[in-house]
């Protein structure tokens, strides 16, 4: 169960001395609907959700740090009696989920959501740190989610399992989500495809490196292979020049050059059809390692091949090249990130009080400079 249809107005809190504005995004009309000057306005529209400052608060250490500090929406509460706070780039559907939780209305609050939710509700729960009281939940809801949903190519639903596996320690479902993310990216997984999500820089370096090092080493093994059919043109000429022939053995099995020519040469169509041939150089643009495996496949079933161009030779050729383009172990683990973030904790032991301190206390700052209200 979740919010589909959104009303202007949620009372949560009756009497409450907070409404939060949420945006909700329609929309956009047809193009030939003509424009208006109040076309921007009417692509918006505003949610109004009534709560207690107090439950924020007790929630929250950014609403904390807003509502009780130096921040202009504190100030206008303890002299009004009540505020306004506009947070146009919030989900409306995670945000009003979220403060049914922490106003305590059980029956309102589902018992499954969405994985669209679900990654919406911990972009939420990141942002205003409401990690302590959501903790029962955001468990509950993920235990309910359908892991077997797992899509099987890269996408932006894809990269929300991903962020829901790292930040519930999901260890399967993060290593199956990333694998597959490396496998069919055919780009550079860059901030704007996690949308948003708080999926950390060091995960999509990994995932990056990864699909890189795997791509370039299944053209190595696809370029020796092909590697395997420079002797057959020597010996083919060194016969005709009557000159004893080179050490290299011819790759069909009777020897027959025609036959080499002939799938050297199906190899190769193949390549330049999949952009493969010339080599292809970082960082792999259109290219995925799932694309590469499956693309090399021989079609030689139910064509009629002339005498010295054997069967065979293709059967056994496409078979030792797909054992050859071998991905290796792909996908990340939690465990590898774990172990680097406890050697981070041993460095920070080693610094002092006096710098802990002083690195602590730029924080706040950092916080309240996000919002951009800091009175003189």
Known sequence: MEVTT????????????????????????????????????????????????????????????MLQGSFGEGQTLRADG?????????????????????????????????????????????????SECLHFASKTWVQNLNRTELPYSFSSEL??????????????????????????????IKERDVMGLSIPSSVLERM????????????????????RYKGTQHSYDSQLKGAPAPREQACC???SAACDF???????????????????????????????????????????????????????TEQLLQSKLSWGEVGLSLVDFKREKRGRHRATDSIGPLEKLAGNAREPRRLMISFGRMTQ
């Open 253 to 255: 099995r009777l020897k």
């Open 6 to 65: 959104l009303e202007d107005y949620y009372e949560i809190a009756p009497g409450g001395d907070v409404t939060l504005v949420l945006h909700k995004a329609l929309t956009p009309p047809a193009p030939d609907a003509g424009e208006t000057d109040g076309l921007a306005d009417e692509q918006i529209r505003e949610i109004r959700v009534r709560v207690f400052s107090q439950h924020l608060i007790l929630a929250s250490p950014v609403f904390m740090a």
């Open 159 to 188: 990269m929300e399992w991903i962020y829901i596996a790292w930040v519930h320690n999901l260890e399967t479902t993060f290593r199956a989500s990333t694998r597959t993310a490396i496998l069919t990216a055919t780009h550079v």
């Open 82 to 130: 009540r505020v306004t706070i506009p947070l146009p780039e919030d989900d409306p559907n995670a945000m009003i989920l979220i403060l049914n939780v922490i106003h305590h209305r059980d029956r309102s609050v589902p018992t499954s959501i969405s994985r669209k939710l679900m990654a919406q509700v911990l972009v939420l729960v990141d942002k205003y740190q409401f």
């Open 262 to 316: 002939y799938y050297l040469g199906r190899l190769l169509r193949l390549a330049m059809k999949q952009n493969a041939h010339p080599r292809p150089l970082p960082p792999y643009d259109k290219h995925s390692l799932s694309n590469i495996k499956f693309s090399f496949r021989i079609q030689h079933r139910g064509i009629k091949l002339p005498k010295h161009i054997h069967l065979k030779c293709g059967e056994e």
């Open 208 to 227: 990056n490196a990864q699909r890189e090092e795997r791509i370039q080493s299944m053209y190595d093994k696809f370029y020796r292979f092909l590697n």
